[in-house]
């Protein structure tokens, strides 16, 4: 147990680290003001015109890099500061959210996988750290439970894995889209693409930690079995 907090530890540093520069990248490029001048909404109203998708829209949300993208209401969900900011970061934010939207349109393989596993994950994550707090506890007795912990753990680590791709192909289709479309200019490109560049690195760090935590809650199960 103590070597599984360990590298919680570890992970949860890495983490810390990752966050706050991105939020620093972040930060600095909302400054930058976008030489088109448009606003996180027009950039992603257009990119979505572009790449013909009609049937998404583009609302605001509460909160500080809250952006994602709806498949179940398709709609591009942009924080106040993209929505309405003119900068390269929100330039970046939204088309990278559009991204998701033109996966959706295009039924990008691991896009769908990862939308047919959110009710899985979502049951998982409510329960998963209880029954593996309980396995721990009882796996002398009762190593089944840790067992099943186990598997519960799995499915979010797989989603977490699932969800590189997504990202990363996400982002590689703002970029193209920003480039092609000229809504960035060569010199701002590079800096939306370094946004875009630490954004991803957050679901790395976590898919990492996932894994290397399942790894761990195997080791004590098997050698639990062995020792019996």
């Keep these: 147990m103590g070597s599984i907090f360990f590298i919680s530890l570890i992970f949860l540093g890495i ?3 990752v966050s706050s520069t991105l939020k620093g ?3 600095r490029y909302a400054q930058i003001p976008l030489a088109k001048g ?6 992603a109203e257009k990119m979505l015109r572009d790449n013909g998708i009609c049937d998404v829209k583009v609302i605001s949300v509460n909160g500080y890099l809250s952006d ?3 498949p179940f209401k398709k709609t591009v969900n942009l924080s106040p ?3 309405e900011g003119r900068s390269i970061a929100s330039a970046a934010v939204a088309a990278h959210e559009c991204g998701h939207a033109v996966q959706h349109a295009t039924a990008y393989t691991w896009l769908m996988l990862r939308s047919r596993l959110v009710p899985f994950v979502q049951f998982s994550s409510n329960i998963v750290q209880w029954v593996l707090l309980a396995g721990i506890i009882m796996i002398n007795v009762f190593p089944t439970l840790l067992l099943g912990g186990i598997v519960l753990f799995a499915l979010t680590t797989i989603f977490s894995l699932i969800t590189l791709p997504v990202e990363f192909d996400a982002s590689n289709r703002a ?6 479309s000229n809504v960035t200019l060569p010199q701002e490109h590079d800096k939306a693409k370094d946004a875009l560049h630490w954004a ?3 679901y790395v760090v976590a898919a990492l930690a996932s ?3 399942l790894l761990q809650y195997i080791i004590i199960y098997s050698g639990n079995r062995n020792r019996r």
């Design 200 to 202: 991803a690195l957050t």
């Design 81 to 83: 500061d993209v929505y």
């Design 15 to 17: 983490s810390f680290l």
């Design 211 to 213: 894994v290397a935590t």
């Design 68 to 70: 994602h993208y709806d």
């Design 175 to 180: 970029l193209a889209w920003l480039e092609r």
């Design 25 to 27: 990248k972040f930060s």
């Design 38 to 43: 448009l606003s996180g909404k027009e950039v």
